[in-house]
């Protein structure tokens, strides 16, 4: 099939793709993959928050909620490649569907980091005490199958984000005639705003990591009180103390 000049830049230059000021398909990848790469970064200083919970609780609680921002991003740059896909985008058909795996694990992805984010905020919110339903419990449980499904999917993806981050961040015209994708500024400028928008959510937030200590303090010395008090009782059994 023979290119146009209308879809194809000619060998040696370095005109941007007439995609829309976003880059159309090829600049949504871009955008997906940096806020992937930045949920990256963030979800590796959870994991030591996790490693340290009872020193780093409040951080804890901090990079949640500053998770929410660039999970959003990210969560609206794939579902809006998903319905120009599956609405019949020519661009965007051309690029073909992702490996069926893949798109079975999507949904699994998306349920589980709502799932997470659903519970860690009600945590935050209510500390310990959050009634008959368990929380924490659905939170754990929600953190491990998110981490089975994620692990998978970013698997699939990584080895792509080095490419295609750094094809966004070359100041200097594509070489070999690859065509420049327009629409850099407005993608950093996008992953900015849902790093603002998280950040702000977590100075807001994190105080109430105080609450979850107050009720820890609490659950702590209720133990403590219940367990003095038995203390009399057995020692009034035959052979109950030991020392």
């Given at each position: 099939?023979?290119?146009?000049?209308?879809?194809?830049?000619?060998?040696?230059?370095a005109?941007?793709?007439?995609?829309?000021r976003?880059?159309?398909?090829?600049?949504?990848r871009?955008?997906?993959?940096?806020?992937?790469?930045?949920?990256?970064?963030?979800?590796?200083?959870?994991?030591?928050?996790?490693?340290f919970?009872?020193?780093l609780?409040?951080?804890h609680?901090?990079?949640?909620?500053?998770?929410?921002?660039?999970?959003?991003?990210?969560?609206?740059?794939?579902?809006?490649?998903i319905?120009?896909?599956?609405t019949?985008?020519?661009?965007y058909?051309r690029?073909?569907?992702?490996?069926p795996?893949?798109?079975?694990?999507?949904?699994?992805?998306?349920?589980?980091t709502?799932?997470?984010?659903?519970?860690?905020?009600?945590?935050?919110?209510?500390?310990?005490?959050?009634?008959?339903?368990?929380?924490?419990?659905?939170?754990?449980?929600?953190?491990?199958?998110?981490?089975?499904?994620?692990t998978?999917?970013?698997?699939?993806?990584?080895?792509r984000?080095p490419?295609?981050?750094?094809?966004?961040?070359?100041?200097?015209?594509?070489?070999h005639?690859?065509?420049?994708v327009?629409?850099?500024?407005?993608?950093?400028?996008?992953?900015?705003?849902?790093?603002?928008?998280?950040?702000?959510?977590?100075?807001?937030?994190?105080?109430?990591?105080?609450?979850?200590?107050?009720?820890?303090?609490?659950?702590?010395?209720?133990?403590?009180?219940?367990?003095?008090a038995?203390?009399?009782?057995?020692?009034r059994?035959?052979?109950?103390?030991?020392?």
């Open positions: 099939m023979v290119s146009t000049g209308s879809d194809a830049a000619p060998a040696g230059s005109a941007p793709i007439p995609a829309g976003l880059g159309g398909p090829e600049g949504n871009r955008l997906i993959a940096a806020t992937g790469a930045l949920l990256l970064l963030l979800l590796a200083a959870q994991g030591v928050t996790i490693l919970l009872d020193r609780l409040t951080w609680f901090f990079i949640g909620m500053l998770l929410v921002g660039p999970v959003v991003l990210k969560l609206g740059s794939t579902g809006y490649r319905v120009r896909y599956y019949g985008s020519p661009a058909r690029q073909g569907p992702p490996h795996l893949l798109r079975l694990l999507g949904p699994v992805v998306v349920a589980t709502l799932a997470v984010l659903a519970t860690g905020g009600a945590l935050a919110l209510l500390g310990r005490d959050t009634g008959a339903v368990p929380v924490l419990f659905l939170h754990k449980a929600a953190f491990v199958c998110w981490a089975a499904a994620t998978v999917h970013v698997l699939a993806h990584v080895w984000l490419g295609l981050i750094g094809a966004d961040l070359r100041l200097r015209a594509a070489r005639g690859r065509p420049r327009r629409g850099a500024a407005i993608r950093w400028s996008l992953l900015l705003t849902a790093l603002g928008a998280g950040l702000a959510l977590a100075l807001a937030g994190a105080p109430t990591a105080g609450r979850w200590h107050a009720s820890t303090h609490h659950a702590t010395r209720h133990h403590d009180h219940r367990a003095a038995a203390r009399p009782a057995l020692d059994i035959p052979g109950a103390r030991l020392t």
